[in-house]
């Protein structure tokens, strides 16, 4: 790892087409807004020279256009792939939001990478969320290293923020979390504040120094050596504790010397296998600078300790009907499964597709077989479409390189496939397979838009369509009771980003109008209406008379209609007249403008006249009879309930209980989890969860988790049911 570079290589410049999986590292950087991935993926790209000291991208750009797209990339939501070449491997760096409204780009980053670098400020220490994103990791066994950031703070202490990050992240086993090296800190400045100007590495007992901009190595001195000799003595038993040769610690422990490669090869296959987790420290290089301080170990560590995508077991792959299929890891000759793990725009080419190669190779102008499925109630439809791939290309930046093949481990980006959304698989048009798809988290942050204009109107429904093809962790809903267009987002800055897409990228203006709950009507009690339609006005009059009786029934029962006429009252002909009549007044609703549910009508008499009586007559004698039923009764206003399931830390627990008592909801029982976590279960009143979503995170600092799922309608308090036929009366 970085202990074994003499010097450095060298710029290596930018990363070409892999030719073999072995020579390909997918990584992924993992950690809480503000943590410095952006910042730590630039001074990676700079150490490994794809950008040279002069400000200059290879190929005519520069560090500002790389610094302008990262950026913006990471304060609105992107993921973003930089490619850079070590010592002839190349490194997918895979850069994710920190924000909690775009965990969905950061599950595509995990799903695309073999390994995950996390990121943390020594200012700000672990945060809840990137604990759990380390949970995740551990559940798959994905390989893991830590880098510390912001060692430049006044307060930074990369002793005490490694040991945190034993606690957060060793679980039973903290000594599997133990620093590769120490920083060197430079005299103190006025302030009494030590920078770090190197590192020591703990195996070696090499200095890195990085104190001009470039890595120089020396020895240390002899009053140097004690300093790390406990940390040194640590790291050696973690490392051997780990080791796949069981005689190695009864060798260390009975005085044996273990020699350094064998140690180094050791950390390697622990680091590989996802049983030892490094940590060490970085920070961007000075302007003018080469390199920042840790970016070489870094790299060694990414190349050296990260495993290879032979190392990474395919995802489930089956038949379109689902015949399971054994795929090879990464088998460049093997048919061809590729994954779409992220989708964009482009206002010059168009659709731009992120994809990472499971087996086979993929070619420009190829025809690739396009599956998507599962997503449909997020408004996807399922598809099975064949499209020609265009130009494939490795991005930096703003510059698109266009590449002549992409092989088994590697990732690239598609342009111009139409059809296929993030998450689709890609393969053989004549072998179409299916890939199981990631775990996408639910949006429960509902948004009712409106289009602006007439003209906005007529772009909206293909606007709508491209922002949810981009993003599966968008559910687009068109609610047929309160006929309100619905995107339901993770959360107000993702709702943002949504209504700025629409905007900037599809040309749609929306206005956000206020999200309605459906509501729903039904009768407290038996009730009788008589429903008289008598006109005559020249010609042909209209004869209508009926009389029913109402009663409630059971929730979940519908409208249910009973023929109860005896002695021909009303001619056989005109009873389904009658019951359409009702069933269209009950789609109506009877106080306020809610669907009436939960009733069974039964129909006892009637007139009718020989001439007069028609078809249109009886249906309006029916919904006039079923509205003066109405008008006699108590009329119950129908909520929805939701079964609220809310996973939190046990820290959190009373906090959201009692949260959820003040949202009118019924707590139904708790159960203990694994890792310190609760689980809440409770009804809660739709009305009172719109914004549950954001409230929630404010709540338990980002660390819980919450699914609901319908359960039923329910009559609603009387005071808020008022409140809400006052403001129907008002509208109408």
Same mark, same amino acid.
């Given at each position: 790892?970085?202990?074994?570079?003499?010097?450095?290589?060298?710029?290596?410049?930018?990363?070409?087409?892999?030719?073999?999986?072995?020579?390909?590292?997918?990584?992924?950087?993992?950690?809480?807004?503000?943590?410095?991935?952006?910042?730590?993926?630039?001074?990676?790209?700079?150490?490994?020279?794809?950008?040279?000291?002069?400000?200059?991208?290879?190929?005519?750009?520069?560090?500002?256009?790389?610094?302008?797209?990262?950026?913006?990339?990471?304060?609105?939501?992107?993921?973003?792939?930089?490619?850079?070449?070590?010592?002839?491997?190349?490194?997918?760096?895979?850069?994710?939001?920190?924000?909690?409204?775009?965990?969905?780009?950061?599950?595509?980053?995990?799903?695309?990478?073999?390994?995950?670098?996390?990121?943390?400020?020594?200012?700000?220490?672990?945060?809840?969320?990137?604990?759990?994103?380390?949970?995740?990791?551990?559940?798959?066994?994905?390989?893991?290293?830590?880098?510390?950031?912001?060692?430049?703070?006044?307060?930074?202490?990369?002793?005490?923020?490694?040991?945190?990050?034993?606690?957060?992240?060793?679980?039973?086993?903290?000594?599997?979390?133990?620093?590769?090296?120490?920083?060197?800190?430079?005299?103190?400045?006025?302030?009494?504040?030590?920078?770090?100007?190197?590192?020591?590495?703990?195996?070696?007992?090499?200095?890195?120094?990085?104190?001009?901009?470039?890595?120089?190595?020396?020895?240390?001195?002899?009053?140097?050596?004690?300093?790390?000799?406990?940390?040194?003595?640590?790291?050696?038993?973690?490392?051997?504790?780990?080791?796949?040769?069981?005689?190695?610690?009864?060798?260390?422990?009975?005085?044996?010397?273990?020699?350094?490669?064998?140690?180094?090869?050791?950390?390697?296959?622990?680091?590989?296998?996802?049983?030892?987790?490094?940590?060490?420290?970085?920070?961007?290089?000075?302007?003018?600078?080469?390199?920042?301080?840790?970016?070489?170990?870094?790299?060694?560590?990414?190349?050296?300790?990260?495993?290879?995508?032979?190392?990474?077991?395919?995802?489930?792959?089956?038949?379109?009907?689902?015949?399971?299929?054994?795929?090879?890891?990464?088998?460049?000759?093997?048919?061809?499964?590729?994954?779409?793990?992220?989708?964009?725009?482009?206002?010059?080419?168009?659709?731009?597709?992120?994809?990472?190669?499971?087996?086979?190779?993929?070619?420009?102008?190829?025809?690739?077989?396009?599956?998507?499925?599962?997503?449909?109630?997020?408004?996807?439809?399922?598809?099975?479409?064949?499209?020609?791939?265009?130009?494939?290309?490795?991005?930096?930046?703003?510059?698109?390189?266009?590449?002549?093949?992409?092989?088994?481990?590697?990732?690239?980006?598609?342009?111009?496939?139409?059809?296929?959304?993030?998450?689709?698989?890609?393969?053989?048009?004549?072998?179409?397979?299916?890939?199981?798809?990631?775990?996408?988290?639910?949006?429960?942050?509902?948004?009712?838009?409106?289009?602006?204009?007439?003209?906005?109107?007529?772009?909206?429904?293909?606007?709508?369509?491209?922002?949810?093809?981009?993003?599966?962790?968008?559910?687009?809903?068109?609610?047929?009771?309160?006929?309100?267009?619905?995107?339901?987002? #993770?959360? =107000? /800055?993702? +709702? $943002?980003?949504?209504?700025?897409? *629409?905007?900037?990228?599809?040309? &749609?203006? !929306?206005? @956000?109008?206020?999200?309605?709950?459906?509501?729903?009507?039904?009768?407290?009690?038996?009730?009788?209406?008589?429903?008289?339609?008598?006109?005559?006005?020249?010609?042909?009059?209209?004869?209508?008379?009926?009389?029913?009786?109402?009663?409630?029934?059971?929730?979940?029962?519908?409208?249910?209609?009973?023929?109860?006429?005896?002695?021909?009252?009303?001619?056989?002909?005109?009873?389904?007249?009658?019951?359409?009549?009702?069933?269209?007044?009950?789609?109506?609703?009877?106080?306020?403008?809610?669907?009436?549910?939960?009733?069974?009508?039964?129909?006892?008499?009637?007139?009718?006249?020989?001439?007069?009586?028609?078809?249109?007559?009886?249906?309006?004698?029916?919904?006039?009879? #079923?509205? =003066? /039923?109405? +008008? $006699?009764?108590?009329?119950?206003? *129908?909520?929805?309930?939701?079964? &609220?399931? !809310?996973? @939190?830390?046990?820290?959190?627990?009373?906090?959201?209980?009692?949260?959820?008592?003040?949202?009118?909801?019924?707590?139904?029982?708790?159960?203990?989890?694994?890792?310190?976590?609760?689980?809440?279960?409770?009804?809660?009143?739709?009305?009172?969860?719109?914004?549950?979503?954001?409230?929630?995170?404010?709540?338990?600092?980002?660390?819980?988790?919450?699914?609901?799922?319908?359960?039923?309608?329910?009559?609603?308090?009387?005071?808020?049911?008022?409140?809400?036929?006052?403001?129907?009366?008002?509208?109408?």
């Amino acid at each position: 790892m970085g202990d074994k570079v003499k010097e450095h290589p060298g710029a290596a410049g930018r990363a070409r087409a892999a030719d073999h999986p072995a020579s390909v590292r997918n990584v992924v950087l993992v950690g809480h807004s503000g943590s410095g991935k952006t910042t730590l993926v630039e001074a990676l790209a700079l150490t490994a020279g794809a950008v040279n000291r002069a400000g200059r991208v290879e190929d005519g750009g520069t560090v500002s256009d790389y610094d302008d797209i990262e950026h913006r990339q990471q304060r609105s939501v992107q993921l973003s792939l930089v490619p850079v070449d070590w010592n002839g491997i190349k490194i997918n760096i895979l850069d994710t939001p920190g924000y909690a409204d775009f965990v969905g780009e950061l599950r595509a980053g995990l799903r695309a990478a073999d390994a995950a670098l996390f990121v943390v400020s020594a200012s700000d220490g672990v945060d809840g969320s990137t604990r759990m994103v380390w949970e995740e990791c551990a559940a798959v066994g994905m390989p893991r290293a830590i880098v510390i950031t912001h060692l430049e703070a006044a307060r930074a202490d990369f002793q005490e923020m490694t040991r945190v990050c034993a606690e957060a992240f060793g679980g039973d086993d903290p000594d599997a979390v133990l620093p590769l090296y120490l920083p060197l800190h430079g005299p103190q400045g006025p302030d009494g504040h030590a920078p770090v100007t190197g590192l020591v590495g703990l195996l070696t007992q090499k200095l890195f120094d990085y104190s001009t901009g470039e890595r120089k190595e020396s020895e240390p001195g002899p009053d140097q050596l004690p300093d790390i000799e406990d940390a040194r003595n640590r790291l050696i038993e973690g490392i051997i504790s780990e080791s796949e040769d069981e005689t190695l610690m009864d060798r260390y422990l009975g005085g044996e010397q273990i020699d350094l490669k064998t140690l180094i090869e050791d950390l390697e296959r622990a680091v590989a296998r996802g049983a030892f987790f490094p940590v060490l420290a970085a920070a961007p290089a000075a302007e003018g600078a080469r390199q920042g301080l840790g970016t070489v170990e870094l790299l060694e560590l990414v190349t050296g300790g990260f495993p290879t995508p032979f190392e990474h077991p395919t995802p489930g792959v089956t038949t379109i009907d689902g015949t399971p299929r054994d795929i090879q890891p990464c088998d460049t000759g093997g048919p061809l499964v590729a994954e779409v793990v992220k989708t964009a725009s482009d206002p010059y080419v168009g659709r731009v597709s992120l994809v990472r190669v499971f087996s086979g190779t993929l070619r420009p102008d190829e025809t690739v077989h396009v599956s998507g499925h599962g997503l449909a109630d997020r408004g996807h439809e399922d598809h099975d479409v064949d499209e020609k791939i265009g130009a494939l290309s490795t991005p930096f930046g703003k510059q698109q390189r266009p590449v002549t093949h992409v092989i088994a481990g590697d990732l690239a980006c598609v342009a111009k496939l139409g059809r296929a959304e993030t998450g689709d698989t890609l393969s053989g048009k004549d072998d179409p397979l299916l890939m199981e798809p990631w775990e996408m988290p639910d949006p429960l942050l509902p948004l009712a838009i409106e289009a602006h204009s007439k003209a906005d109107e007529d772009k909206l429904s293909q606007g709508l369509a491209r922002l949810v093809a981009e993003d599966p962790t968008m559910r687009l809903e068109q609610n047929q009771d309160t006929h309100q267009v619905v995107l339901w987002c #993770l959360g =107000e /800055a993702h +709702a $943002d980003v949504a209504l700025e897409r *629409l905007r900037s990228r599809y040309g &749609v203006q !929306v206005d @956000v109008v206020p999200h309605k709950v459906s509501l729903r009507e039904t009768f407290a009690g038996k009730s009788a209406g008589r429903g008289r339609h008598v006109k005559q006005s020249g010609g042909h009059g209209q004869f209508a008379i009926c009389e029913i009786e109402v009663e409630p029934l059971p929730g979940g029962s519908g409208i249910e209609f009973v023929d109860k006429v005896v002695g021909g009252a009303v001619p056989r002909q005109f009873i389904p007249s009658v019951e359409k009549g009702i069933r269209a007044q009950a789609a109506k609703g009877v106080a306020a403008g809610y669907q009436l549910v939960d009733v069974r009508v039964t129909l006892l008499d009637g007139k009718a006249h020989s001439v007069d009586s028609s078809d249109a007559a009886f249906q309006t004698a029916g919904a006039l009879a #079923l509205r =003066e /039923a109405a +008008a $006699d009764a108590k009329i119950h206003l *129908l909520e929805p309930v939701a079964e &609220v399931s !809310v996973l @939190v830390g046990d820290d959190y627990v009373g906090a959201v209980m009692s949260d959820l008592s003040g949202r009118r909801g019924r707590v139904l029982g708790t159960e203990q989890t694994s890792g310190g976590r609760t689980l809440v279960k409770a009804e809660v009143p739709e009305f009172e969860i719109g914004r549950y979503a954001v409230d929630l995170r404010s709540l338990s600092h980002g660390t819980a988790r919450f699914s609901r799922s319908y359960a039923r309608h329910e009559p609603m308090p009387p005071q808020i049911a008022q409140k809400i036929r006052e403001q129907a009366e008002k509208v109408s």
